[in-house]
């Protein structure tokens, strides 16, 4: 080897040592992160009130298996979905702290864990709650990472193929309980599917610089992206008010329900309007975010309880 010539060896042997030293800087909080916790939640969360308003009998197997099902299945999605987005994570300023882009845990690794919550989760879905509730789950799965995650580069209405797997969590959970669904059971999966969309036009614009930076392709970045978002979030809030207030117009529920859906359809309508209306739309759109998380968790569980009172 020449003087001016790198010392190979030398070279991959720091390389080693650094991915080495990199992988052994992980923690478990980095772990817990590659699942996307809060997103998870909220597929846990759905999936049980959709357990628990189809007035299930009292089966702890069921109930312990549809959570701990739930729960793995919704862990390995988000791992998935992280492991095909490392790179657009990497020059997103809300992403680019994410376990993957700072390299901390090894893309290979991700693989392997989100195939394994994966299966694990669809294993424990199908021996311990229902065989559908277990093909539902790998539906959301194969619709999350196989078409919505690699669309999002590609087409805006990406966002509304996203909110299928987004809305299948009840279904689960509704089956899991009865075997089968029924008109209320599916009352559910449309109220999530529409809750989606206002609450994600808010996202897209509190983030909109983010996404272009990702090279990804939202409603937010066409032309007149700004007025595109705001009808499209006030025509879904419009459909999704519809949806929500359709039991009590065919008296599938009781006055719990009733009084609960009509206040919070004035609300979320309410912060809806103010962001179709806004010329400055930033504060507007973290108000609508926030309703959307306040609005549907309320909305289910005022639903439980007058399933369960009534």
Known sequence: MSPGEPNTASIESSSALITETTVNKARWSDFIELTKPRLSLMSIITALLGYFAADPAKNLPVFFGLTIGTTLTAAGAAVLNQWMERGPDKKMERTCNRPLPRGVIQPTT???LGLIYSIAGIAVLFFWTHPVTAWLGLATVLI?????????RVTPLSTEIGALPGAIP????????????STLGWVLF??????????????????????????FRMLVLA?????????SAILY???????????VALSLT???????????????????????KACDMDQPARNLFI????????????????RWMF
């Not at 999350?144 to 999002?152: A, G, N, S």
């Not at 032309?223 to 705001?230: E, F, Q, R, V, Y």
């Not at 998380?293 to 569980?301: E, R, T």
């Open 110 to 112: 991700a693989l392997a």
């Open 237 to 247: 809030t419009i459909l999704l008010i519809a949806i929500t207030l359709t039991p």
């Open 254 to 276: 009781g006055p719990v329900y009733s009084a609960g859906a009509t206040l919070l359809s004035a609300f979320i309508a309410w912060r809806a309007w103010q962001f179709f």
């Open 190 to 215: 449309g109220i999530l599917l529409t809750w989606q969309m206002p609450h994600f036009m808010a996202i897209s614009w509190m983030y909109r610089k983010d996404y272009e930076r990702g090279g």
């Open 291 to 306: 309703a959307s998380i306040i609005h549907l968790p309320l909305l289910f569980a005022v639903l439980v309880v007058d």
């Open 144 to 152: 999350y990472i196989v078409i919505y995650t690699p669309l999002k």
């Open 223 to 231: 032309n007149n992206g700004a007025t595109k978002i705001s009808y």
């Open 170 to 181: 009840p279904l689960m959970g509704w089956i899991a309980a009865e075997g089968s669904v």
